[in-house]
């Protein structure tokens, strides 16, 4: 299990705290304000953070299973009834609750990473505009001044 089982990685550029906490609209305005080389960044390191929850949630989910599996063969070696003692096992609730709080931020994590995303693609589709005029304009000059391709 890793230490950062619930808090965002640090090495957000903008603060993964900043993401998690901002409204819908002041989210907007944060990624309005963003160049595309920023947005893509933001974009991989918080689909890279939620590869992380998601991996620690597995290692939580695969502790909890063996600590089962560890009281079944404990009991099962004492001579008593192992299926009981599985069926009466309880996750500790602090792992309960970090998968929980976990798949609490996974899905803000997604969102953002989707509102990333379509601000990703309207400033590509803003530079795309700005390719295109210039090299309209760039074919026109040029056919001003009496060269044709």
């Known amino acids: 299990m890793t230490s950062s089982a619930i808090a965002p990685p640090a090495e957000f550029a903008i603060s993964g705290t900043a993401f998690a906490s901002a409204s819908p609209e002041a989210l907007a305005k944060i990624l309005?304000?963003?160049?595309?080389?920023?947005?893509?960044?933001?974009?991989?390191?918080?689909?890279?953070?939620?590869?992380?929850?998601?991996?620690?949630?597995?290692?939580?989910?695969?502790f909890i299973e063996q600590e089962q599996k560890d009281l079944l063969e404990f009991q099962e070696q004492q001579?008593?009834?192992?299926?009981?003692?599985?069926?009466?096992?309880?996750?500790d609730p602090?792992?309960?609750?970090?998968?929980?709080?976990n798949m609490v931020v996974i899905a803000k994590y997604e969102r953002t990473c989707a509102d990333l995303l379509r601000a990703?693609?309207?400033?590509?589709?803003?530079?795309?505009?700005?390719?295109?005029?210039?090299?309209?304009?760039?074919?026109?000059?040029?056919?001003?001044?009496?060269v044709h391709l």
């Open 79 to 91: 001579g008593g009834g192992g299926s009981e003692a599985a069926e009466a096992f309880e996750a």
């Open 120 to 146: 990703i693609q309207r400033k590509r589709g803003v530079v795309a505009e700005e390719v295109k005029e210039t090299e309209d304009g760039g074919e026109q000059a040029g056919a001003d001044d009496g």
């Open 32 to 62: 309005d304000t963003l160049d595309l080389p920023s947005l893509e960044q933001e974009h991989t390191r918080l689909e890279r953070a939620i590869q992380q929850l998601v991996q620690s949630n597995k290692e939580i989910a695969e």
């Open 94 to 101: 602090e792992f309960v609750l970090a998968i929980e709080e």
